[in-house]
């Protein structure tokens, strides 16, 4: 059945080279957009000197993504074809430990390495980017205990449900995929609804929102759209970053909508009503419950194509490995499912667009101030260097948001229609 295992490497190589190839054009279309004129709508928010650092930082970031991106490339290939898969696997089951334990490990060590390789990216793009651009207020400490907890937190729910997978895939025959599917639903749906509880505070202090003028606001608001509001929290991002944001976290009773603290210090109280009527226009629309079944109905089908595949001999044989094992192929099928996972985050982005435009558009009917949410929008981008002229390809991969441009044109058209 399927594919032979010379097509497996020819498919999985043809992609990974035009999945690189897109992001390193669209990387120097958008480099290439950029120029020294300040877009009159931003004049307000942004001098000449703010504009030109913003330039800087998308240089800086883009060139640190361009050598990540190349190393990783480079590393997968030369792993890959100097059979280190196999050995690896041959590895592993000399310890002589059960399939599970040994699936464990194979990922495990995998995983490890990946961290390895990432880390001096990460520690750069930290203390050496953000830091003299002005964003960055983490201490090596905080960086340290931030990677520690990670590594804890990823063996603690990855652990179980890993061994889960292995275990339904090596002894349920037929069902196993639709069992693995209910069983990984059940627990991404257990982890929403705990993070905003048990996992973020690991990270972060949050807390309630004090009494005073923009309370007020938010509640009255959130009570005038029939929006169910309890607590609004507020996040000590300041102690990481100078940057700044709102987001909407959980669902159920513990649902919650975050403010940065740096996001209250920089706007007045009407400005973040109108960031506040965004993230809840994104609940009101069922933006994030339709992403969320969409991301359940995609997992059934990976489950399922996952073991059709698992059962190929060639799927093995295009990474050198001798003998198939659950563990092994679900980390060369995830692999080979690279094209049609290029293809889903494509077609998200260009859903995840529309959606914020949705909300932009909830935002400034309902609290009737889209003047406030534009200018919110724009000191968010000049407070956080964002890119005024992105490249339309560039942002055809990777945008979820609308470039900010455009956004307010379609505000000013509300706003003008009021």
């Given at each position: 059945m399927f594919l032979s295992d010379q097509t497996i490497t020819n498919i999985i190589l043809v992609t990974l080279i035009v999945d690189f190839t897109m992001n390193f054009v669209a990387d120097r279309l958008n480099i290439g957009r950029l120029t020294t004129h300040l877009p009159e709508k931003f004049s307000d928010v942004y001098d000449p000197k703010r504009y030109e650092r913003s330039q800087q930082y998308l240089r800086a970031t883009t060139r640190l993504g361009t050598i990540t991106s190349t190393v990783d490339l480079g590393i997968l290939l030369a792993f890959w074809f100097i059979g280190g898969f196999g050995v690896l696997d041959n590895f592993v089951r000399e310890t002589g430990w059960s399939s599970i334990g040994c699936g464990l490990l194979f990922i495990g060590i995998l995983a490890g390495c990946k961290f390895i390789i990432s880390l001096p990216f990460s520690i750069y793009s930290t203390f050496v980017i953000e830091e003299n651009f002005g964003f960055n207020k983490t201490t090596p400490k905080l960086f340290v205990l931030d990677l520690i907890k990670s590594m804890i937190l990823s063996m603690v729910l990855g652990i179980p449900l890993l061994s889960a997978i292995f275990w339904f895939f090596e002894s349920s025959g037929p069902w196993a995929w639709i069992i693995c599917w209910g069983v990984t639903t059940t627990f991404i749906l257990a982890v929403q609804y705990i993070v905003p509880t048990w996992i973020m505070p690991l990270f972060n202090k949050f807390t309630p929102l004090e009494d005073g003028e923009l309370k007020n606001k938010l509640f009255a608001y959130a009570k005038s759209i029939d929006f169910p509001l309890t607590q609004i929290f507020v996040m000590d991002g300041s102690k990481r970053s100078t940057k700044s944001n709102a987001f909407f976290t959980g669902f159920g009773k513990n649902k919650r909508i975050v403010l940065f603290d740096t996001l209250i210090n920089a706007h007045t109280p009407d400005e973040l009503l109108t960031v506040l009527a965004h993230e809840m226009g994104h609940f009101k629309k069922k933006h994030i419950q339709r992403r969320l079944i969409f991301g359940i109905l995609q997992m059934g089908v990976i489950f399922y194509l996952l073991s059709l595949f698992i059962t190929q001999k060639s799927l093995f044989t295009a990474f050198y490995v001798d003998t198939p094992s659950i563990y092994t192929g679900l980390v060369f099928f995830s692999i080979l499912f690279?094209?049609?996972?290029?293809?889903?985050?494509?077609?998200?982005?260009?859903?995840?667009?529309?959606?914020?435009?949705?909300?932009?558009?909830?935002?400034?009917?309902?609290?009737?101030?889209?003047?406030?949410?534009?200018?919110?929008?724009?000191?968010?981008?000049?407070?956080?260097?964002?890119?005024?002229?992105?490249?339309?390809?560039?942002?055809?991969?990777?945008?979820?948001?609308?470039?900010?441009?455009?956004?307010i044109a379609a505000m000013e058209k509300i706003e003008g229609a009021a």
């Open positions: 690279s094209p049609v996972d290029l293809v889903i985050s494509i077609i998200m982005q260009f859903f995840s667009r529309k959606d914020e435009y949705a909300a932009d558009r909830f935002a400034a009917l309902t609290t009737k101030k889209a003047g406030d949410l534009i200018t919110a929008l724009k000191k968010l981008s000049a407070d956080n260097l964002a890119n005024l002229t992105p490249h339309p390809f560039y942002v055809f991969l990777n945008y979820s948001h609308p470039p900010l441009a455009q956004r």
